[in-house]
């Protein structure tokens, strides 16, 4: 995926709830960013059901799609956190955490039940938020007077870049993400303004 301008994620957190014969499964669907913000999250549904049978889930990070997870959580192998990860893939999203939370209703669904039930209530979240299209970002470091806020401003909005964090004395100092196909157009425009200096991030 590494070569493509643009990737999807959902746009906000939702949830959805999916009954079989008197178990209930509630999916959890979130945008995230980082592993510790999975654990945040996965952390909160805990809290928020603590009776719960079994708190299943799965994730994907990471343009390249490489960095998932999945988690049974005490359910048979393969019946959790794999149909979970086949719903955000089927999707093709990244940057996007589910977790199914089942109250056992005194019934086994057997193997086919359990993998349904994940896939179903993983679908049904997902259906409740809107996914979005992103794009792919390089951070850039831009240094510029402060008489020249407004310009720099001005290309930052125009080329729908992303101002990560900013410094601003007489001698500015800000880290913006730009979209990877405006970065040689970005760059090149900064560069017909005096004395701005762009450099990429390191990492």
């Given at each position: 995926?590494?070569?493509?301008?643009?990737?999807?994620?959902?746009?906000?957190?939702?949830?959805?709830?999916?009954?079989?014969?008197?178990?209930?499964?509630?999916g959890y669907v979130y945008p995230i960013a980082s592993t510790d913000e999975f654990r945040e999250r996965l952390n909160d549904v805990k809290?928020?059901?603590?009776?719960?049978?079994?708190?299943?889930?799965?994730?994907r990070l990471g343009l390249d799609g490489n960095t998932y997870r999945v988690s049974d959580a005490g359910e048979p192998s393969g019946t959790?956190?794999?149909?979970?990860?086949?719903?955000?893939?089927?999707?093709?999203?990244?940057?996007?955490?589910?977790?199914?939370?089942?109250?056992?209703?005194?019934?086994?669904?057997?193997?086919?039940?359990?993998?349904?039930?994940?896939?179903?209530?993983?679908?049904?979240?997902?259906?409740?938020?809107?996914?979005?299209?992103?794009?792919?970002?390089?951070?850039?470091?831009?240094?510029?007077?402060?008489?020249?806020?407004?310009?720099?401003?001005?290309?930052?909005?125009?080329?729908?870049?992303?101002?990560?964090?900013?410094?601003?004395?007489?001698?500015?100092?800000?880290?913006?993400?730009?979209?990877?196909?405006?970065?040689?157009?970005?760059?090149?425009?900064?560069?017909e303004i005096r004395d701005v200096e762009l450099s990429p991030t390191a990492g």
């Amino acid at each position: 995926m590494t070569d493509q301008d643009f990737y999807y994620t959902v746009a906000k957190t939702g949830m959805a709830e999916f009954k079989d014969r008197g178990s209930k499964f509630i999916g959890y669907v979130y945008p995230i960013a980082s592993t510790d913000e999975f654990r945040e999250r996965l952390n909160d549904v805990k809290k928020e059901h603590p009776k719960a049978t079994h708190h299943c889930f799965a994730y994907r990070l990471g343009l390249d799609g490489n960095t998932y997870r999945v988690s049974d959580a005490g359910e048979p192998s393969g019946t959790a956190g794999r149909p979970i990860l086949g719903q955000i893939d089927s999707k093709q999203l990244v940057n996007t955490l589910v977790v199914v939370v089942r109250y056992f209703g005194g019934t086994l669904l057997g193997v086919p039940g359990l993998i349904n039930a994940y896939k179903t209530a993983t679908a049904l979240a997902l259906q409740t938020t809107q996914l979005v299209q992103k794009p792919v970002e390089k951070e850039f470091v831009v240094q510029f007077d402060y008489t020249q806020v407004n310009e720099i401003m001005t290309l930052v909005k125009q080329y729908n870049c992303r101002v990560v964090r900013q410094e601003m004395q007489l001698f500015c100092n800000m880290t913006i993400a730009i979209p990877r196909n405006r970065i040689s157009e970005l760059s090149y425009k900064l560069q017909e303004i005096r004395d701005v200096e762009l450099s990429p991030t390191a990492g």
